[in-house]
């Protein structure tokens, strides 16, 4: 077997490949994953802002109010899935991870489905 080697043109730079699509992918379902975890705890803190300047400003908060009712607990347990997935499939995760899902379903199979 012979091996036959082409040599570079004067001036020419190697090519180099900086990124593979393994890595590209990985990524991106890192970005993913935060931004939907960020996402859903932005919405979070929201509800918990407002539910707390209107304590502030003397009101009460009512059933119907997202802290109250469950809404924003929902949003929390959205916050959490993609942060699991991050963390992996261990064992202790796996159970919270299905506990999570659980609850979300319930949620949005129960009054609240809309």
Known sequence: MTIVTFPLP???????IVQTEIQR????YQLDHLVEAADAFAVVTSELTNAARRLMCGDNLMNSDAAICGETLHSALLGL???????GSSNE?????????ARIRA???GPHAG
Request: charged share 45%; hydrophobic share 35%.
């Open 10 to 16: 004067e001036g020419a730079t190697r090519l180099r």
């Open 107 to 109: 949620y949005e199979e």
């Open 25 to 28: 992918e990985m990524r991106d």
């Open 93 to 101: 995760n796996r159970e919270l991870y299905h506990l999570i899902e």
């Open 81 to 87: 899935k993609p942060l699991i997935e991050l963390a």
